[in-house]
DNA sequence: TAGATTGTTAATCGATTAACAATC
DNA sequence: TAGATTGTTAATCGATTAACAATC
């Protein structure tokens, strides 16, 4: 939950330096999110001390702890498996590199795609997998398959050598312990929104 | 909290009910997902009394509860705003319908896109909006724009009338109290996925 | 020094879990 | 009736908040 915090810490942090704010107080820093100054405090200390007493915090240092802490401030080599339009949609989508996710492959199943070449990245034979995380240099695999194929792919990439696995497919996938699996499932937002939408009707 | 865990719950007794379960325990749900059996039936039995004692709940019948609660037993009317990549990749994504939510109509600012035909529906200027949304009786407006033009969707989205917003642009909006909200935002799966593989290699 | 704000300890609150009477 | 499992109350735990000494 920590975690969360800080990611929109720092979103809020990088705004205000381009904005020329020099330095920031627990006090603010709660107002713009609804949370408690001790709240902002105690997850900012969590880390080590990043403040200065009856000043507040220095906006660009405290940007740049928080970056470092989150991992920000370095690159992770990232490879795509499937580029139908989920696929496509998420390697033209900005955020990726903006994190630090470098695209580095691109891997497919489908004959007609192979080959291909998208802003200079060759799409690769799933097949290759284990060749292309090897030379790449890939820590990362985003799976971007449908639901039936999810587990087949996570399990090809891990044992390919992957240390993540992003799941954007509509499955649970199960993976061992020291890889890493970060889920993102639209169903249970939508699932939310449609709960609290139902409610309201009440 | 309590609703992300139902969604959870939800897709889990579907499975079951395929698989020909007739009954399940809190103790065997909550096993699943490595939580209490307590937290099992306090969530559940705080929309009502979903079991027999001694025996545990009947699976047809708690996933039609769940599902009535959590508002899947209706439909809900979308419009998709912005049919670039992600609004492409979202408008073929299966699990939309399969949640209840029919996107019955597509709206871009783009002259090449309006008109053109997916699927048998048309996508029709930004501009028409507040007819789309009356004539189509649109409850919810998915926002797959670029973060620049979130913010101004999402107002002409509510001034039409929507009751709720799903973002998917990488940037916060802002809505009145009334209209519900729901942001999947990946940048902030992407930088917990970055802390934790970071923290791994300390 | 006076005013402000941090980092941290202690108090509070809410959520999770254990325990058990009710009951199938 | 005996065994099993619910719904719920009481106990525990963890996270949030208040308060304040430390210090810029």
Known sequence: MTVRRLSVYFRCLA????????TISSQELAARFHLNSAQVRKDLA??????IRGIGYDTA?????IQRILGLDREWRVVLVGFGNLGSALFHYRGFA???FRIAAIVD???????????GLVIEALAELPRV????????GVVAVPAEAAQGVADRLI?????AILNFAPSRVKVPKDVRLQNVDLSIELE?????LGQGAR
Chains 1, 2 share one sequence.
């Open 15 to 22: 705004h205000l330096e381009e904005d020329g704010v020099k």
């Open 46 to 51: 969590y880390f080590g001390e990043f403040g």
């Open 61 to 65: 240092v405290l940007r740049a702890e």
């Open 98 to 100: 903006r994190q630090g």
């Open 109 to 119: 199943d489908d004959a007609a795609k192979i080959g291909r070449s998208v802003n």
């Open 133 to 140: 995380v090897k030379s790449q240099a890939i820590q990362i």
């Open 159 to 163: 044992a390919a050598g992957v240390r």
């Open 192 to 196: 939310n929104l449609s709960f609290h």
